[in-house]
């Protein structure tokens, strides 16, 4: 597609439920990343792809979460027993090299109650 | 500990007017900055960006300035239109460290008012 698609665009978890949240860059994007981002703050560095290779996941908030791009396109970030600090946008941003040419998709929305 | 700061919450600016959002940063390992624009509900769409080695960069109504010294950029827009209303995002990188990281302030919400 055009720009990067995440889904569901909104996800509401009962606490301690699992969550999985996709995202699929644009084709030919090697570089995958994902971002939280809290209500009144600006997005904070979750994970960082190359391909299928997991680069860097220094940002991941605990071992709850999990981030995966298997064939090296699609990625999902899964949150394990999810809790209420976890309520955030996540986004998800492709790039054919570093920084230079970032594109966001519209990020998910998870809300747990 | 905020490496990136935005400390203007809102600026409400006249159509026509310039708008200047400002942006401080503390690691002096950054190296490259980055503007971003965001609406409700949509992503962060990239806007415009610097490195280091300039103290300026323009690219139509928008232009960034860098004062490495005072570890300060700038955002102008001129002229401002109501379209530009959104939360501007600054955002900074160590390229010489992990070179895909971005850094973000908290933003900044801009009303440009007709």
């Known amino acids: 597609g055009a720009g990067v698609s995440q889904s569901p665009r909104y996800k509401v978890a009962k606490r301690g439920q699992d969550v999985a949240l996709r995202c699929d860059p644009i084709?030919?994007?090697?570089?995958l990343f994902w971002y939280q981002q809290a209500l009144g703050q600006g997005p904070e560095f979750l994970t960082y792809f190359q391909n299928e290779a997991q680069l860097d996941k220094s940002g991941l908030p605990s071992d709850r979460f999990f981030a995966e791009r298997p064939e090296g396109s699609v990625s999902t970030l899964k949150i394990q027993r999810t809790q209420q600090e976890d309520s955030a946008v996540y986004l998800c941003?492709?790039?054919?090299?570093?920084?230079?040419?970032?594109?966001f998709g519209s990020g998910t929305r998870l809300t747990v109650v | 500990d905020q490496q990136v700061k935005q400390n203007s919450p809102s600026l409400s600016v006249q159509e026509g007017r310039i708008s200047i959002l400002n942006c401080d940063y503390t690691?002096?390992?950054?190296?490259?900055f980055l503007w971003y624009k965001k609406y409700p509900a949509e992503g962060p769409t990239f806007l415009i960006s610097?490195?280091?080695?300039?103290d300026k960069n323009e690219d139509g109504r928008f232009t960034v300035f860098l004062n490495k010294s005072a570890k300060h950029l700038s955002l102008h827009i001129v002229p401002s239109q109501p379209g530009d209303s959104a939360v501007y995002f600054c955002a900074a990188s160590d390229s010489g460290g992990s070179n895909y990281k971005l850094t973000f302030g908290k933003g900044t919400l801009l009303t440009v008012n007709p």
């Open positions: 690691n002096s390992m950054f190296d490259y």
């Open positions: 941003a492709s790039s054919f090299d570093r920084v230079a040419g970032y594109t």
């Open positions: 084709s030919g994007h090697v570089s």
């Open positions: 610097i490195s280091s080695i300039k």
